[in-house]
């Protein structure tokens, strides 16, 4: 998901898609560490995906005071 996309989620939207990313990336790592996963790449682009959720969450609890 790209960031002005993540911008345009409500604040129960962007809950959800950060409680889907966090449990997307646990089933990577357990697919990881039985080795039935074929592209590693999908961690690093979910774990970025996590971070960038992340982000506009603290930009939105900021912008509230």
């Not at 960038?52 to 930009?59: A, D, K, N």
């Amino acid at each position: 998901m790209r960031i002005d996309e993540i911008r345009e989620l409500t604040d129960d939207q962007l809950e959800r898609e950060l409680e889907n990313a966090y449990r997307s990336l646990q089933n990577l790592r357990f697919r990881l560490a039985t080795k039935q996963i074929t592209n590693t790449s999908e961690v690093r682009a979910t774990k970025k995906s996590i971070a960038r959720l992340l982000t506009v969450h603290r930009e939105r609890d900021l912008v509230r005071g």
